[in-house]
């Protein structure tokens, strides 16, 4: 439960930025509640890869510490993600 309870507090640092940038995917992709999801998922990934290249690896020194490895954290992230942002884009897709 200490685990979880970590990603989520890695989480809340982005949410906000997340539901900006599903808000902002959603008429570019006519929408596409699939493709939405897709591109999140595709920049998660990005994210992931760039931060395990770089020297920015080093600030999740406290995750690793708590036993959860990067990967883990960014797919949990979009997981959560997922399940926070989707029934929005749904209520937004009937709306539109």
Same mark, same amino acid.
């Given at each position: 439960?200490? $685990?979880?309870?970590? =990603?989520?507090?890695? %989480?809340?640092?982005?949410?906000? %930025? !997340?539901?900006?940038? !599903?808000?902002?995917?959603? /008429?570019?992709?006519? #929408?596409? =509640? +699939?493709?939405?999801?897709?591109?999140?998922? &595709?920049?998660?990934?990005?994210?992931? %890869? &760039?931060? #395990?290249? *770089? $020297?920015?690896k080093q *600030? &999740?020194?406290? %995750?690793? #510490?708590?036993?959860? !490895? /990067? &990967?883990?954290?960014?797919?949990? +992230?979009? =997981?959560?993600?997922?399940?926070? *942002?989707?029934?929005?884009? @749904?209520? @937004? $897709?009937?709306?539109t």
């Amino acid at each position: 439960m200490h $685990k979880l309870s970590s =990603i989520f507090v890695f %989480y809340k640092r982005f949410m906000l %930025y !997340s539901f900006v940038l !599903s808000m902002a995917l959603l /008429p570019l992709c006519k #929408n596409e =509640i +699939f493709l939405v999801q897709a591109i999140k998922l &595709f920049l998660v990934g990005f994210l992931w %890869y &760039f931060i #395990n290249e *770089t $020297k920015a690896k080093q *600030t &999740f020194v406290l %995750y690793k #510490n708590l036993g959860i !490895s /990067p &990967f883990l954290l960014f797919l949990v +992230f979009y =997981i959560i993600d997922l399940f926070l *942002t989707l029934p929005i884009l @749904l209520i @937004l $897709k009937e709306f539109t």
